[in-house]
């Protein structure tokens, strides 16, 4: 009996995909989707996520990144037995303005852990 419903499931799901007016139907829920999520168009998006480009540095690393990939750099917000690590580090970053002073995520996680990144 449960072979037979999801045969007969198949079957359904066969012509529903055949029928041109189940694929319109679907691509429209799909299209109302996204612009209820405000993206109409992809790349669009994509190019204005992107506009800023990659200016933020890293102050370990020093990488230039995207916003999305740095945090802004706290260092009150780590262990006391890093600040030695910290300090040589900060040192070391000649940045214009220390409010500006970002790290990026794989650095953050090292010095957490009181490591030396890579």
């Known amino acids: 009996m449960a072979t037979e419903n999801a045969i007969d499931d198949a079957r359904d799901d066969a012509t529903k995909r055949a029928d041109s007016n189940f694929r319109a139907k679907k691509s429209r ?52 037995a890093c600040q030695e690590l910290l300090f040589t580090m900060l040192a070391a970053f000649n940045g214009n303005r220390a409010d500006q002073v970002y790290i990026c995520c794989m650095c953050q996680s090292y010095i957490r852990r009181c490591q030396v990144p890579p």
């Open 29 to 80: 829920k799909l299209q109302q989707k996204r612009h209820l999520k405000g993206v109409t168009d992809p790349v669009a998006a994509f190019r204005q996520h992107i506009q800023e480009g990659p200016v933020y540095t890293c102050v370990s690393c020093h990488r230039n990144l995207y916003r999305e990939s740095v945090f802004k750099f706290n260092q009150a917000c780590y262990k006391p």
